[in-house]
């Protein structure tokens, strides 16, 4: 799987799915549009910044709230490379290997990354290198069945190309 790298937009406790995708556009089910509006209830400046291959790091609890799928894929197809956090929402968690959004559990490197660092991860290893820093972590590797899920974009195209 290829590295992810990019610039870290940063966010503390128990970002809901209500903040990531707020419920009044729910309506559209389309990655794109949805993208539009990611974050915007907690930052109103991340959809104007975030670059594709940007990275979100958190503190606690990521993705609590809601079920929706909805969450994982404005993330996604807003350009985030993967999302670190301390601890994500167990059903967050589940729907982004899902949708094919890596993310990764590693209290150490969110202690140490801060907004606007660079930082690449690498997959294969689990290492997060906080490149503004030189210093590293590290987070869980995934298994290779999570890898061939996140690089086939989901669980849904993973087991359509078996």
Do not use: W
Request: aromatic letters at 8%.
């Amino acid at each position: 799987m290829e590295n992810a790298k990019g610039i870290v937009f940063k966010y503390g406790d128990n970002v809901d799915t209500d903040v990531i995708i707020p419920a009044r556009y729910l309506n559209s089910s389309d990655p794109a549009e949805l993208a539009t509006h990611c974050m915007e209830d907690i930052d109103t400046e991340f959809i104007k910044k975030v670059n594709q291959g940007d990275i979100i790091v958190a503190t606690k609890n990521f993705g609590c709230g809601s079920s929706r799928e909805h969450a994982p894929i404005a993330i996604k197809a807003a350009g985030v490379s993967v999302v670190i956090a301390e601890t994500f929402a167990r059903i967050f968690y589940r729907n982004a290997i899902n949708i094919g959004l890596p993310i990764i559990e590693c209290p150490e490197a969110v202690a140490g990354i801060d907004a606007g660092d660079t930082v690449e991860v690498n997959f294969d290893s689990g290492m997060i290198y906080n490149r503004t820093k030189g210093t590293e972590y590290k987070g869980q590797a995934f298994p290779p069945f999570m890898q061939k899920i996140i690089a086939a974009q989901g669980l849904v195209n993973y087991i359509n190309q078996k």
